[in-house]
C-alpha cells in the first residue's frame, strides 16, 4: 500500500502532468462583452479594469481580437440608449445585442453567439419584468410574453444558444414554447435557472446601467443561504426542458456547481461573475497575489463540476495558454 508516500506521484512536472485530474481547455470558456448603441465608444468599466463598453461600430475590431485568441463562444449584454417599462428594447428586432450578433454572424460565423434573455438592461426601473403597481413588485405572468418575444428575437438575429437569466417561474417551459413554434427547435436553452440574489453583480450593473432603481431582486433571485432549493430549480427546468445549467455566482457557491453536477446529466455552467473578477483582477494589481490565481480559480469551478465557464478572465487565459504557462 502506498498509503503514506504520496509524494511519489508528485517528484517531476511530467508525473504531475499525468496524474492531473481537472484540465482547462480554451474551449471551456465563454467570454461575456458590453454593446453600446451609442457610436464610438471604448470605455474601461470603472469597477471592472480590463473590461470595455464597446460601441456597435468597434465590436468587430473585439471580436477579431476574441477569435485570434482561441475564444469560440461569447454572451452579449446590451447597453441600449433608451429605456422604458415594459422593456421594449429588449425585444426590438434591431435591438443592440440583436445587432451585436448579426454582426458576429457575418465576420465570424463559427463563433457560437449566447444571448442573454432578460429585461433588466432595458426597463426604465432596472427590473428584470414588469412592475405590478399594485404589489411594487415584479408580475411573473405578464413578463412571461415579452421574455418569449426577446428570445424569438435573439433566435432571428442568428443567436446560437438562448440563455434566459431573468428568473421568472416557468420562463423555460414558455421560451421553449416559443422557440419550437417559430422554426427554432435547434437552438439550445442554457438556463440560469440557479441564479442568487448576490452583491457579486454590482459591477455588472455598473457595465449594463442596469441597477434597479427602487427595491431589490430578491421576490426572484434566490438566498445564498439556500442549498436544497437550487435543486428544485434543477428539478423544474429540467423538466421545462433546459439544455445547459448555469450556476451563478461560482466561487462562493462551488457547493452548489458540486450539487448540480450530481444530480444532473445537463452541461453545468459556472458564472464567474463580475465582482468575483473585479476583487481577483484588483488584488493581482495592487501585486497582493500572483495573476496565476485566475488559473486555480477557473480550475475549482472545473473540480467543483462545471463544464463551462462564463467568466471576463476568458482573454487573460487564453494568453496564458499561448504563452504555455
Ligand atoms: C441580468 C444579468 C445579471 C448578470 C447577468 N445577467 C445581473 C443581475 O441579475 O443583476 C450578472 C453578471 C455578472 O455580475 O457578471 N439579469
Ligand atoms: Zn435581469
Redesign the pocket.
Known amino acids: 500500500m502506498n498509503f503514506d508516500r504520496h509524494r511519489r506521484l508528485r517528484r517531476t512536472a511530467n508525473m504531475r502532468d499525468m496524474v492531473r485530474e481537472t484540465h482547462l481547455h480554451k474551449e471551456d470558456l465563454i467570454y461575456?462583452i458590453f454593446v453600446v448603441e451609442k457610436d464610438d465608444v471604448r470605455k474601461e468599466v470603472p469597477s471592472m479594469k480590463g473590461v470595455h463598453q464597446i460601441s456597435l461600430n468597434l465590436l468587430k475590431e473585439e471580436l477579431d481580437e476574441v477569435a485570434a485568441l482561441g475564444i469560440k463562444s461569447v454572451i452579449f449584454?446590451g447597453v441600449p440608449n433608451e429605456k422604458d417599462e415594459v422593456g421594449s428594447g429588449a425585444y426590438h428586432d434591431h435591438g443592440i445585442v440583436q445587432e451585436a450578433c448579426r454582426l458576429s454572424k457575418a465576420h465570424h460565423p463559427d463563433l457560437l453567439v449566447i444571448l442573454?434573455t432578460?429585461l433588466?438592461?432595458y426597463t426604465d426601473h432596472g427590473h428584470?419584468g414588469l412592475i405590478d403597481p399594485d404589489t411594487e413588485d415584479v408580475d411573473n405572468d405578464s413578463t412571461l410574453p415579452l421574455l418569449v418575444r426577446t428570445a424569438v428575437s435573439q433566435a432571428r438575429a442568428g443567436a446560437d444558444i438562448i440563455a434566459p437569466?431573468?428568473?421568472m417561474d416557468g420562463f423555460v417551459t414558455e421560451i421553449r414554447r416559443g422557440l419550437d413554434e417559430n422554426g427554432f427547435r435547434h437552438i439550445p436553452i442554457m438556463s440560469?435557472g440557479i441564479?442568487y440574489a448576490?452583491k457579486?453583480?454590482?459591477?455588472?450593473?455598473d457595465?449594463?446601467e442596469?441597477?434597479?432603481s427602487f427595491g431589490d431582486?430578491r421576490t426572484y433571485?434566490m438566498d445564498p443561504a439556500n442549498r436544497l432549493e437550487a435543486l428544485r430549480e434543477l428539478e423544474s427546468d429540467e423538466i421545462e426542458g433546459a439544455d445547459m445549467m448555469i450556476v451563478?455566482?461560482a466561487l462562493s457557491y462551488l457547493d452548489i456547481i458540486r450539487d448540480v453536477r450530481n444530480h444532473s446529466d445537463l452541461p453545468v455552467v459556472a458564472?464567474?461573475?463580475?465582482?468575483?473578477?473585479a476583487m481577483t483582477r484588483t488584488a493581482i494589481d495592487m501585486g497582493l497575489v500572483d495573476e496565476e490565481v485566475i488559473i486555480e480559480q477557473m480550475v475549482s469551478m472545473k473540480r467543483a463540476g462545471a463544464d463551462l465557464i462564463?467568466t471576463?478572465f476568458a482573454k487573460d487565459i487564453c494568453k496564458k495558454i499561448d504563452r504555455g504557462e
Open positions: 461575456p449584454f442573454d432578460c433588466c438592461e428584470c437569466s431573468n428568473m440560469y441564479k448576490s457579486f453583480y454590482g459591477p455588472f450593473r457595465a449594463a442596469s441597477t434597479p431582486r433571485q451563478k455566482p458564472y464567474n461573475v463580475s465582482g468575483e473578477y462564463i471576463y
